[in-house]
C-alpha cells in the first residue's frame, strides 16, 4: 500500500515510470494489454496498405507508400519493445495476437478497395490515430512515452502524404473524384469507431486516466477529429457520409450522428469484414518464414561454436 | 545511336524496376518484422534508380514519355530487363538467391558505370554503387545463413538456386548495337564482367556449403524482349490503375 | 426502370461471369483430370448465362455496349456481383463450399425467373436452370463426400465454409428500387427464396456431417458496388488485355 | 518365335492388335512408352494455354479457349485408358511423369508470351500433332488407333480456332499484328521440333514402322508440315522466321533451314525454357489433391459399407 501510494503520487506529478520501478499489477497488466494491442495494430495495418503496394499508380506514390508501410513496421518494432519491458516477450504477444487472444485496431478490419483509400487511411486513419496518440506521448510509462514521441512526429507526415493523394483525385477526372468520395462514404465512420465506446461504456477510462494511460475520453477524442476533419473535407470538395452532421454554434463543436455499435462491436468481436484476410496474411506469413527463423538461430550457435573452438 | 543508348537505360532501369516490384509483392509477408523492413530497404533503392534511370531514358527518347509512362505504359515485350528479375519470389530463400545473384551482377556494372563517359549516368551509377554494394552484402549473408542453416533451409537453398541457373547469361548478354557505346565508354561490357562475378558466387556458394553453379542450358532474351510468362502477370498487376485510367494523373 | 432492370441485369450476369473467372484459374490445377473436367463444365455453363445476360443488360441500356465491353470495361465498384463468387478458390473443399451455397441460391432463383414476365429472362433462365440444377447437385456430392470423407478433409470443409457464412444475406439482398420489377414478375423476390435455401444447405450439411452454418456479422452491399479486396484483383487479370488494347477487336 | 510371326503378319496385314491378343513384349513396351507419353503431353499441354485463359481478351475467346483445353483433357484421359489396356497403371504413368522418367512433347516447355501464342499453338502446335496423329489413327494397337480417331477430329477443329485467332489479330491494330507476328517467330522452330530427332537421328524409327506404331518418319512428317503451313502464313500476311525457306521446284517442297538441334535435345533433357514451370504446376496439383482424392476414396468406402449393412 505504501508502494502503491508512492506509485500513485508520482504518476500524479507527472513523473515517468521505468521499467525496473515497482509498479501495480493491474497497471502492468493493462499497459502490456495496451501497447502490445497498439504494436499488432501497426503490423496488421500493413496488409490494408500493401494490397495496393503493388498496383499504386506512379513511380512516386509506390515509393511513398512502401516508405510509408515501412515506417509502421518500426512503429511495430518500437512498441514491441515497450511492450517487453513489462516483460512479456515477442513471441507472446505473437502467439497471442494469431490466436486471437490480442486484438489490433478495428479499422484494419476494412477493406481497401481503390486507390483514394490509401489516401483515406492517411488521411482519416492516421490523422485519428495521431489525436489518440499525441496525449500519449507524456503517458505515464516512459519507454511507451518516448516511442510515441517517434510515431507521433512521422505519423503526421503521413497523414499530410494522405491528404495530399486526396487532393490530387479530388482535383482529377470524375472517375478519380467519384472513387476519392466512396472512399470518404467507407472510411468515415470505421474511424470514428477507432477512438472506441462512448464514454457510457466505456468502464476503465476513468482508471486509465488515473494512471496516465490515457489522458482523454473517447468521446472527447473523436470530437476533436470530427471538428478537425471537417473543414478539410470541405477543403477537398468531398461529402462526409453523416446526415446529421453540422456545426453547432452553442457547443463550438460539430453535430454528428449516431455510430452504428452494432457494427462496432462485431468488428471487435472479430467479425470485421476483412478480418479472416488480415489474420489469414499475418500467420501465413509468421508460418511460412519459421523455417527462415529456425535457419538462422541454427546458423548462428554453428558460428558461435566455430568461435568457441577457434579460440580454445 | 540515340535509340541504342535508350534502349541501354531501359536494361538499366527496367532490371530495377521489376525487381522493385517483386520485392513490393513480399511487404507484410516476410519471415519476420526486421526483414520485412530490410526488403522494403532493398525495394526503395531499387525504386530510386529505376526512376532516374527510366526519367533519363525518357529523356534520351525525346518523344515526352516520362519515368512512369514507361514503367506504366509499355507492354511485355518492350521491357529489357534480364530474365532473372522477373521470376516469381518463392519462398525467402529463393527471393535471397535471386537478390544475390543480380545484387552481385549489378554491383559490378555499376562500379563500371561510376566511370561512365555518360555524366548522367556516372551521377547515377555513383549514388547507386552504394545501395548495391550493401543490397551484395546483405544477400550473400542470407545465402550463407541459409545454406549453412537446417537442413531444411539447406535443401531450399539448392532448391532456390537450381530455379535461376538457366537465366545467368541472359544478365551478361550484349547485343552487337551496344559495341560502339562500350567502345566509347558510356557502357560497360558486361561480358567483361562475368569472370568476376562468376568467382565471387562461387565464393559464397562455398561459404554456404551449397553446390557450385549449375551448367544447364541458359535461356535468353530479355535484353530482346522476350521474357518468361511471370513477367506478363506482374505488369498486369502493377499496371493495372494506370491503364484503367490512362490519362488521369495521381 | 430501364436502368433498374439493367442494373438487375449486371447482378445476374456478373454473378455468373465473376465465378466462371474462378473456375477459369483451377484449369490444369485440379485434383485429377475427370475433376479439372467438371470444373470446366461448370465454367462453360456459367460463362454461357453471362454472356446472354450481359448482352441483354446492355441492349437495355442502350448505349452500345456489348456483353464484352461491360464484362472488360468496367472498373469493381460497378460490378454487381454478390460477394460470394468473387471469394478465392482457397482449396478445392472451399471452391465446392462456395459453388453448393451459389448453385443452392442460383436454382431457386433460375426457378423463379423462367416464370419472368420478361421473356427473355425467362428463357435464358429455361435453358440455364437445366444447367444450375446439375451444378447444385453435383456441387452437393461434393460436399457430403468431403465432408463425410476423411478426418482431414472434414476439417478442411468446415474451414471451407466458414470463409463463406458471412456473405450469404448479402446474395439475397434486394434495393428498395427493384421492388417495382418483382412487383411486375420481371424480378424474383429473393428474399422469399431465403428459408428454401436455408433449409437445403442444412439438409446436405447435416447429410455432410458438417456443423451448421453460423451466424456471424453479414458482410454487404456487392449488389450496390461494394466489394471485397478479392475483386479488384480478379479484374486486374481479367482484364488486363482489352484495357491495355481499349480499342482492339480479337 | 511362331507366335512373332504369326505377329508380324497380322501387322503387316493392317489387322488391330487387341489387348488381349499376344504381342511382343518390346512392342508393349515402346507402345506404352509413346501412348503415355502422348497423354502426358495432353495434360501438360493444358498449362501452356491456361497460362492466357484467365485473361482471354472477349468472352467467345475465353468459351472457346475452355472448351479446347477441356478436349485436351479429355484426350489425356482416353490415351491413359488405351496405354492402361497394356497394363500400366494412370497413377504408374503419373508417377513416371512426375519424377521426370516419362516425357511429355517438348513444345509445351515453351512459354506462352501473348494473346497471340494462344492462336499460334491452335494453328501450329496442333497442325503439327495433327500431322503426327492423322496415320496413327490406322496404327497397329487397335485401342490407341480408336483413340487418334477421336482426337484427330478434335484437334482439326482447334486448328481452325487457332487460326482464326490468328487472322483476327493479323488483320488488327499494328500492335495486334506484331504480337501474331511475335507469336510465329516464336513458335515456329519448337514446331518443327515436334517431329524429334531427323531421321538419321532416330534409329527407332524402323522399328516403329515395321510394327505400324509409326507410318511415316519424322522428315517426311516435318516436310508435309512446312509444305501445308508456308501458304497459310502468306494468307495471314505474316513471315515465317527461315531465311532458308523457299520453293524447291525440283523436289515440289519448300527447303527450309537447319533445326537448332542443341537446343531440341536441352529441352528434351527437361531444360526447356518453361519445364520448371510445367512440371512444377503439375507436381502441385498432384499433391495438393491428394488429400481430396484420398477422401473420395474415403468415403466410397463408407457408403459401401453402410449399403453392405443395410443389405445383411
Known sequence: ?312 | MSDILFRSLLELGDDSLILAQRLCEWCGQAPSVEVDLSLSNLGLDLMGQATLFLGYAGEVEGKGRDADRLAFHRDAEQFRNCLLVEQPNGDFGQTMARQFLFSTYQLALFEGLVGSTDPRIAEIAAKAVKEVRYHADISADWVIRLGDGTEESHQRMVDGFDWFWRFIDDMFAVDANQRALIDQGVLVDRAALRPAFDARVAEVLAEATLPAAQPVWQVGAGREGRHTEHLSHLLGVMQQLPRAHPEAAW
Open chain 1, 1 to 312: 500500500p505504501a508502494l502503491i501510494a508512492a506509485f500513485e503520487a508520482r504518476v500524479a506529478a507527472d513523473e515517468f515510470i521505468e521499467p525496473k520501478d515497482w509498479m501495480p499489477e493491474a497497471y502492468r497488466r493493462t499497459l502490456t494489454r495496451q501497447i502490445s494491442q497498439h504494436a499488432h495494430s501497426e503490423i496488421v495495418g500493413m496488409l490494408p496498405e500493401g494490397n495496393w503496394l503493388t498496383r499504386a499508380p506512379s513511380l512516386k506514390r509506390k515509393a511513398i507508400l512502401l516508405a510509408k508501410i515501412q515506417d509502421e513496421g518500426g512503429h511495430g518494432l518500437y512498441l514491441y519493445c515497450a511492450a517487453e519491458t513489462l516483460g512479456t516477450s515477442r513471441e507472446q504477444m505473437i502467439d497471442a495476437l494469431h490466436s486471437g487472444r490480442a486484438k489490433y485496431s478495428t479499422i484494419f478490419n476494412y477493406p481497401t478497395l481503390n486507390w483514394a483509400d490509401i489516401g483515406a487511411i492517411g488521411w482519416l486513419v492516421d490523422g485519428a490515430a495521431i489525436m489518440n496518440q499525441v496525449p500519449l506521448q507524456r503517458t505515464s510509462y516512459g519507454p511507451y512515452a518516448r516511442a510515441m514521441v517517434r510515431v507521433c512526429k512521422e505519423e503526421s507526415f503521413h497523414q499530410r502524404q494522405g491528404f495530399d493523394i486526396m487532393l490530387a483525385m479530388a482535383n482529377g477526372s470524375p472517375a478519380q473524384k467519384a472513387m476519392a468520395q466512396d472512399a470518404l462514404n467507407r472510411w468515415w465512420w470505421p474511424s470514428l469507431m477507432m477512438f472506441g465506446p462512448s464514454d457510457d461504456n466505456s468502464p476503465n477510462t476513468a482508471q486509465s486516466i488515473r494512471w496516465r494511460i490515457k489522458r482523454e475520453t473517447n468521446d472527447e477524442l473523436r470530437q476533436k477529429f470530427v471538428d478537425a476533419t471537417v473543414p478539410q473535407a470541405e477543403l477537398l470538395g468531398l461529402t462526409i457520409p453523416d446526415p446529421a452532421l453540422k456545426w453547432n454554434e452553442e457547443r463550438g463543436h460539430y453535430d454528428f450522428g449516431e455510430i452504428e455499435w452494432d457494427e462496432f462491436y462485431a468488428v471487435v468481436r472479430g467479425e470485421g469484414p476483412t478480418a479472416k484476410e488480415r489474420m489469414k496474411a499475418r500467420r501465413a506469413a509468421w508460418n511460412d518464414g519459421a523455417w527462415v527463423r529456425a535457419a538462422a538461430d541454427a546458423h548462428e550457435a554453428k558460428r558461435a561454436a566455430r568461435s568457441a573452438a577457434a579460440a580454445a
